[in-house]
């Protein structure tokens, strides 16, 4: 019998599918709409952020703010006020005025000396305080007046100094009262107005005069909760249509009632009268609690910031407005719990086109809300050792609370002293969180990469956290100076730069696991970094 040999088909291994690619990268622009803690944290606004820190929310980008420098130093005790004269012709001249009452010229950076100006030299009743106007008389003399309480009413010049005006009838006094009792001064309809300090009567003098008799006038009549008058703004507006420009005397109390007048001559019967009011919650303690800004008056409460802009729409503070709404719950509850502080203060640095609101309790940690009003988005500054600040010839001046004058937002690093560099300049954010896919899914953190326009490398430290983590990033990131190419060490790997020159982007890893994921990131840089955005790579996982 013979074999038969049978040949089977030769068998073929199944073949595999493409496997399913099971990671995603989603980008998202920087947080270019700032801070705004208004919102619930699962799926916020991918354009905002939570914390944002010494990253200002440009139009492009979120851009790193500049330094500060030395600019005069051992004066003693805190910088409380600094006082500003803009002559009409001459050079501009700043004064600085510290706790232990003394009152120092410090309108030349680091001289080779520095000693009171003699005359000042007096502990008011809160000692430093001093409220300051320019103000140019019917007869062309263009003077600084100060006003300190318990000290008194003060005039200067370039060419006569510093001159106290007494209380008398002869020429150059202030008739029927004593100056010494004032607290704040301004001007309207070319006026000038006093707050008696602690009552509601304010003084006001003969238009276009700086001395003279003064007439008394009292609202408290028209304050219904009470308290003293502690505030009065000239505040000119665009009126309805057809009407232009107008202008109304705001008047502010301590616990909170805000008066509008209109009119001209408040010695008239029909001629000056109360246009609206308004309850905004109590005020801080001073004078520096409001600012005027373009066409507009800022004012800090218990309730936030408002504008009277927005009070006159019949908006508050969060009945859809449209400035401070981003914030107003966390700078609400910072105010109430420090009433009583010195110092709140808001003012308009306008070669940075920032809103400044500078915290008082809060100055061991030198933090401040900045608001950039082209883009209308709020963030943090840190690291600004601001107790008062002030402008004078388009440049920005602080006072600490040690003894020193700064010139701020200037340079590129913290705190340089005789040109040498001081703390490298430092900006966090952690932005809004983003479901990064379904947010009903967990997702395995890959890798982050944020992307930066600047004139050198920044160091930068970056994670994902997951909900609702606002950790930061260990440790601050090293930064070399500009021309050497460095990124800081990526949890997996080293990061490359990629891109042209002057745009820096690198993947970085990531650890960790969530539904949702949000940029957490510390930057190191030139005062030109701009954070323009960032991508975030991460593997799809399932509902448990």
């Known amino acids: 019998m013979s074999l038969v040999t049978v040949q089977t088909p030769r068998q073929r291994a199944p073949r595999k599918a493409a496997a399913t690619q099971t990671h995603q990268a989603y980008p998202f622009s920087a947080p270019i709409k700032g801070v705004d803690v208004s919102q619930p944290l699962p799926g916020g606004n991918p354009f ?30 805190e910088i ?14 700043m004064f600085a ?39 140019t008389s019917t007869e062309g003399v263009h003077v600084m007046l100060a006003v300190s309480l318990g000290v008194g009413l003060y005039k200067y010049d370039a060419i006569t100094g510093w001159v106290k005006i007494l209380q008398g009838t002869a020429a150059g006094e202030i008739e029927g009262v004593d100056p010494a009792l004032f607290g704040y001064l301004t001007v309207f309809k070319n006026r000038l107005w006093f707050i008696e300090a602690g009552t509601t009567r304010c003084w006001y003098l003969p238009p276009g005069q700086f001395a003279g008799k003064a007439a008394e006038f009292d609202f408290g009549a028209m304050l219904p909760n009470g308290g003293a008058v502690v505030g009065l703004v000239n505040w000119t507006f665009d009126g309805s249509a057809g009407v232009g420009l107008d202008n109304k005397f705001i008047v502010i109390a301590d616990q909170g009632d805000v008066l509008v007048y209109q009119g001209t001559d408040p010695e008239a019967v029909d001629g000056f009268g109360v246009a609206g009011r308004w309850y905004i919650g109590r005020v801080p303690v ?12 800022a004012i800090l409460s ?8 927005e009070l006159m729409r019949g908006q508050g503070f969060f009945e859809n ?7 107003n719950s966390e700078l609400a509850i910072q105010v109430a719990s420090t009433l ?3 110092y709140w203060e808001i003012a308009f640095v306008p070669h940075e086109q920032l809103i400044i609101i500078n915290l008082p309790e809060y100055n061991a940690q030198n933090i401040q809300w900045a608001y950039e009003v082209n883009n209308k988005a709020f963030c943090n500054l840190r690291g600004l050792p601001m107790n008062t600040v002030a402008t004078m010839d388009g440049r ?10 700064w010139w701020a937002f200037q340079g590129q690093s913290d705190g340089e002293v005789d040109g040498t560099p001081g703390t490298d300049l430092l900006g966090t954010v952690v932005t809004a969180f983003q479901p990064l896919g379904e947010g009903f899914r967990i997702k395995r953190f890959l890798m982050v990469r944020p992307s930066f326009i600047s004139s050198s490398a920044p160091g930068v430290k970056a994670q994902l956290n997951k909900e609702w983590s606002l950790l930061l990033p260990d440790g601050a990131p090293a930064y070399l100076n500009a021309g050497e190419n460095f990124w800081d060490q990526g949890s997996w790997d080293n990061a490359v730069w990629s891109g042209a020159t002057g745009n820096y982007e690198a993947w970085m890893g990531a650890n960790g696991a969530g539904r949702y994921g949000s940029l957490s990131m510390q930057v190191r840089g030139a005062a030109d970094t701009i954070f323009i955005g960032w991508q975030a790579l991460v593997e799809q996982g399932g509902v448990l």
């Not at 500049?66 to 005069?72: D, E």
């Not at 001073?286 to 008056?297: A, E, K, T």
């Not at 218990?302 to 802009?309: A, C, I, L, N, Q």
């Not at 407005?321 to 914030?327: D, K, L, S, V």
């Open 286 to 297: 001073g004078n520096r609690f409001f600012n005027l800004y373009g066409s507009d008056v």
């Open 48 to 77: 905002t952020a939570i914390r944002m820190d010494n990253l200002i929310p440009r139009v492009l980008g979120c851009q790193l703010r500049k330094g500060y420098t030395r600019w005069v130093s051992n004066m003693g005790g």
């Open 340 to 342: 009583g502080s010195r």
């Open 396 to 405: 920005t001046f602080i006072g600490d609370l040690v003894g020193n004058v």
């Open 80 to 93: 409380r006020s600094l006082m500003a004269y803009h002559p009409p012709t001459g050079d501009a001249q």
């Open 97 to 135: 005025a510290t706790s232990t009452g003394a009152v120092f010229d410090v309108t030349i950076a680091e001289p080779a000396s520095i000693t009171p100006v003699p005359v000042l030299n007096v502990a008011g009743t809160v000692p430093g305080e001093w409220t300051s106007i320019n103000f």
């Open 302 to 309: 218990e309730r936030g910031m408002v504008f009277m802009s």
């Open 321 to 327: 407005p449209q400035i401070a709404q981003n914030i």
